[in-house]
């Protein structure tokens, strides 16, 4: 069945520390990728997204994710942390076959200490 | 440009009853989609609608329903309100609904069932 993970329900980081959020997916089909992020009380907001081509892919807010089809994973990454960052995040998958409809993980909560 | 609105914001149910969630999605979008967002089980994939006909439905029973207008604004509706029903319920849109294309989400309905 086609399912994505995202193993990490909080994740608690320093201001100014580095960030990877890990997505895993099972997906038969050659998947399309993407990132979300909900801010409190607000609906989500693209990220980035991959389709093709570059492995490494650059978004919004200085994220950035990369693509590892051998691991099936497309974890989300920043450099560094800003308070502003404290939100929750979802990868989701798709795929051409998929009928339009995305599989969305779980969410991990990012908290930023001070 | 305006964004998805989502209309209302907040709602206070009680069980038994039947509510219409509103959304009125971005300028030149057709396609809308509509999900649960609960603590418990995430992101859920309601149904989604391009062109006033519904395309895609996920795995919810048939209470809850929903329809789209030729200016593709979109209602859902749920009758006989449970209590399981309380989540926030978010809309999408997007030019074509098709998996590559970008969602942009409302800010949600907050839905309470007493």
């Known amino acids: 069945a086609q399912s994505v993970t995202q193993p990490d329900i909080h994740i608690t980081v320093s201001e100014g520390a580095s960030l990877e959020l890990r997505c895993n997916y099972s997906?038969?089909?050659?998947?399309?990728l993407f990132w979300y992020v909900q801010s409190p009380g607000q609906g989500l907001q693209l990220l980035l997204k991959?389709?093709?081509?570059d492995t490494l892919v650059q978004g919004i807010k200085g994220f950035e994710a990369e693509f590892k089809r051998s691991q099936s994973s497309f974890n989300l990454r920043k450099p560094s942390v800003h308070w502003s960052d404290a939100a929750e995040y979802f990868c989701?998958?798709?795929?051409?076959?998929?009928?339009?409809?995305?599989?969305w993980g779980a969410g991990t909560k990012l908290i930023i200490k001070p | 440009k305006a964004g998805v609105t989502q209309t209302p914001r907040y709602l206070i149910k009680t069980r038994g009853q039947q509510v219409t969630l509103s959304c009125s999605p971005i300028?030149?979008?057709?396609?809308v989609s509509w999900y649960q967002q609960t603590p418990g089980q995430g992101l859920q994939f309601l149904f989604e609608?391009?062109?006033?006909?519904?395309?895609n439905k996920g795995n919810f029973p048939g209470r809850f329903s929903g329809r789209q207008f030729s200016n593709s604004r979109s209602e859902m509706n749920v009758s006989t309100l449970e209590l399981g029903d309380s989540a926030l319920y978010l809309c999408?849109?997007?030019?074509?609904?098709?998996?590559?294309?970008?969602?942009?989400f409302g800010p949600g309905t907050r839905l309470t069932v007493l």
């Open positions: 300028s030149g979008h057709r396609s």
């Open positions: 999408a849109s997007s030019r074509s609904g098709t998996s590559t294309d970008t969602q942009y």
């Open positions: 609608y391009f062109s006033e006909t519904q395309r």
């Open positions: 997906y038969g089909a050659t998947p399309y």
């Open positions: 991959y389709f093709s081509g």
């Open positions: 989701a998958v798709g795929a051409a076959d998929s009928n339009y409809q995305l599989i």
